[in-house]
């Protein structure tokens, strides 16, 4: 009897590490079904998916050129990895939603009210940034390799070596799009101040256009690119911040109050009786 009561405690602390373990691999099951689904649903169209990716770059071929595939698995296997990033890519709500339904209940009400605005603004932000680098950043910075081409050279790009490198931009820039996120972040936390942020922006600028530098290709019209919208949208973190962190601490403010006075009230309630 008394090894059976010495043995339910430690079942107890057991539990709730079980408990997670096995939420944690329900979810993740989840996650891999989706992807699995979409993937399932858009391999019939993975050539059409890659037609469409690599037009910013065909449009601007020379008449009768084309890419070409210098492996013999190359014609397979690149739009069968550009269909399952995209699945994931696709999938991003739903893998949020349940790393946010694993998380939530460890969270205090106001961060609960912070954070799912956040949640959205980053998922929006981060397909945002793979649209401006499609639309924008790829007819421009195309545009200029094709121009500078010598005379006697002939463009034929890999197709696995077009996809590794536009995906790099898609990553690249989709994160570079969170980050009036993390700005809004390193504010409501504490770690930083939107006015000491801003008087650092001319730091932030100079490192925008490193980051560009190092994240693009060398040519000056793709790191202008990424540099100018990196500082731009460091600009917007910061004017989240003034709002938002202000309208959270007068929300919190008028909490504290609101329980410094039914506290007042139940002890003159007290002292009535």
């Known amino acids: 009897m008394s090894e059976h009561s010495n043995n339910l405690p430690g079942q107890d602390q057991e539990q709730p590490l079980i408990s997670h373990l096995l939420e944690m691999r329900q979810r993740l099951m989840r996650v891999l079904l989706i992807v699995l689904l979409i993937f399932l649903s858009l391999f019939y169209f993975a ?3 890659y037609t469409y990716l690599s037009d ?7 008449e009768g050129t084309s890419m070409i595939a210098t492996d013999v698995a190359s014609p397979f296997f690149a739009p069968f990895k550009l269909t399952l990033v995209a699945s994931i890519f696709l999938a991003m709500p739903v893998i949020l939603h349940q790393v946010w ?4 209940p460890g969270l205090y009400q106001n961060e609960k009210r912070l954070a799912v605005p ?3 603004s980053s998922i929006f932000l981060f ?5 401006f680098a499609y639309y924008v950043v ?3 910075m195309f545009g200029f390799f094709t ?3 010598p005379v006697n050279v002939e463009i034929a790009t890999d197709i696995s070596s077009y996809l590794n490198f536009v995906l790099k931009l898609f990553f690249a820039f989709g994160i570079v799009f969170e980050i009036p996120i993390a700005t809004l972040l390193l504010i409501w936390t504490g770690a930083a101040t939107a006015d000491g ?5 001319a730091y932030v600028l100079v490192g925008c256009f490193v980051l560009g530098m190092l994240l693009t290709p060398p040519d000056v019209i793709s790191q202008s690119l990424l540099a100018v919208p990196m500082w731009l949208l460091f600009e917007v973190g910061i004017i989240m911040g003034r709002i938002f962190v202000k309208k959270n601490k007068d929300e919190d403010d008028d909490e504290l109050d609101d329980e410094f006075e039914d506290a007042m009230s139940e002890e003159e309630t007290n002292n009535r009786d």
């Open 47 to 49: 050539n059409d998916l």
């Open 56 to 62: 910013p770059l065909t449009s601007l071929l020379p």
């Open 101 to 104: 339904g694993f998380i939530a």
């Open 118 to 120: 956040l949640l959205v």
């Open 127 to 131: 397909y945002a940034g793979m649209a």
């Open 138 to 140: 790829f007819p421009l």
């Open 147 to 149: 121009s500078v081409v």
């Open 197 to 201: 942020l801003a008087q650092k922006r």
